[in-house]
């Protein structure tokens, strides 16, 4: 969910009146651009970065030989040098050998232009086609890009992993999954210690699946979204900021988990175009693992109060991505650990004082603001905007009922009374991780949690409020 290269057919229409157009780039990001690629910046048109966590840009590079091309750059400036830039290099150096020494390996991707990696920018050529698979309506075509898109997977994975450069270096699947389990157990415990994600990762360690036959490409944010298609072709795959050498059935529950946002085919269907096409064959308990492990991380990055934190290009859709990566992820761990979920008491309450003037905001946001924005960015984040306005309203609403619920909830759970909820709430935690509480009881509180917080966000998610994982098989 990331980077865009824009259609071949696509001009750069909006006009902004500056006399340099750098200035509409963070500070030195366009100088920076300059000197990387040989070229000049004539033009920048800001794009919105959605529920990415970069932001964009489309650009257009003149040459010393006065050749024009149109590029589109990502960038995200405020996560330079925060420690994960690797992952930045490998998606540069993957694009470079795809659009370079690994050309013949058929896999198609926005050519190469430039990189910046003190800035997290990277620029690449337009490609032809559009990224809105969800614009498709005919099932038979749905279909044929859908095969399409799976032939490429499998000529990713079909890559001998020893001719690709830049990626590290090759690890047993293990040695990647206790990693990924490290990493996120480190940072949850940096930021309160979620009861949700230890439980998840206990169970993780503790059903990790045998090692592969043999490892691949990943993309490792494989699915909708996240390529270019023209008629029923594949013009180019996009957002590789997460490839790596893995497990070739991570990238088929990564597909899963991005069908929660935007579903591609039938997961079955997928699945067996991928084999038609010399994929190997899908390993469903694999998959199921992987799709827990992802959803655990993911569910691990929602942290929109942290004062340390960067603010999101777009905090609305970012609380509603992981929103739905929370209540994905308590049911799949219900399901996986075999608990019966408890009924969970969700208090009815009349509008507030506050409604009216929520109800007048909305309505401003949504019939003179958003209609009236011509920059994409602002009108973009003035949508997520609404989504919050739509949340602070029902937490105005409804907040205080539920907090008491769960509260009460805790306080029976735990055997001990609580005055607030933050105290039970800490109490869970620390049963949690001292392992002292029955693991179905603190998996059924967890999930409890989760499903009042989904509630107070739901008119705010729109239909993603009751999205879940499509069926394997």
Not at 12 to 37: F, I, N, R, T, W
Not at 136 to 165: N, Y
Not at 248 to 274: I, K, T
Not at 383 to 398: E, I
């Amino acid at each position: 969910m990331g980077w865009r290269p824009f259609r071949a057919d696509a001009e750069c229409v909006e006009d902004y009146p500056v006399s340099d157009p750098k200035a509409l780039l963070p500070q030195g990001l366009g100088d920076a651009v300059e000197q990387a690629a040989g070229a000049v910046i004539t033009q920048v048109v800001p794009r919105g970065g959605g529920g990415a966590s970069r932001s964009g840009a489309e650009l257009s590079l003149q040459w010393p030989d006065g050749t024009v091309h149109h590029a589109y750059m990502n960038y995200d400036v405020d996560r330079a040098g925060a420690g994960d830039d690797a992952a930045f290099l490998r998606e540069a150096g993957i694009l470079r050998a795809l659009s370079g020494p690994l050309r013949e390996a058929g896999v198609r991707t926005a050519p190469y232009i430039t990189s910046v990696p003190d800035m997290r920018a990277l620029v690449t050529a337009k490609v032809a086609g559009e990224a809105n698979f969800h614009t498709v309506r005919d099932p038979a075509l749905r279909s044929a890009i859908a095969a399409d898109l799976m032939a490429q997977l499998a000529a990713l994975h079909g890559i001998d992993v020893a001719t690709v450069d830049g990626l590290g270096d090759v690890h047993s699947v293990h040695a990647e999954i206790l990693a990924r389990i490290g990493t996120i157990r480190a940072h949850v415990r940096a930021h309160g210690d979620d009861p949700l994600i230890h439980l998840a990762l206990d169970w993780l360690e503790a059903n990790m699946p045998p090692e592969p036959d043999h490892v691949v490409v990943v993309h490792g944010d494989w699915g909708a979204g996240n390529f270019m298609f023209e008629g029923d072709r594949v013009t180019a795959l996009l957002d590789w900021e997460l490839v790596h050498f893995g497990d070739p059935m991570a990238d088929m529950a990564m597909l899963c988990l991005r069908g929660l946002f935007q579903p591609l085919v039938p997961l079955p269907e997928a699945f067996a175009a991928y084999e038609a096409a010399g994929g190997d064959k899908v390993d469903l308990d694999r998959v199921r693992y992987w799709r827990l492990l992802f959803q655990t991380g993911f569910a691990s990055l929602a942290h929109h109060d942290d004062p340390n934190a960067p603010p999101p290009p777009n905090l609305g859709m970012n609380m509603v991505y992981s929103m739905v990566h929370r209540r994905v992820l308590a049911d799949a761990l219900a399901q996986a650990s075999g608990v019966v979920l408890p009924y969970v008491a969700m208090p009815d309450a009349t509008p507030g004082a506050l409604d009216r003037s929520f109800i007048i905001a909305l309505d401003d946001l949504r019939d003179i603001i958003v209609p009236r924005l011509a920059d994409q960015q602002a009108s973009v984040k003035a949508k997520g905007l609404a989504r919050l306005v739509k949340w602070w309203q029902a937490h105005a609403r409804y907040g205080a009922g539920y907090e008491a619920a769960e509260r009460d909830e805790l306080s029976h759970a735990l055997g001990r009374s609580f005055t607030t909820r933050a105290q039970g709430r800490n109490a869970l935690r620390d049963a949690v991780l001292a392992g002292t509480i029955d693991r179905a009881v603190a998996v059924g509180l967890v999930h409890a949690r989760v499903t009042r917080e989904n509630a107070l966000m739901a008119d705010a998610m729109g239909g993603l409020a009751t999205t879940r994982c499509a069926p394997l098989e």
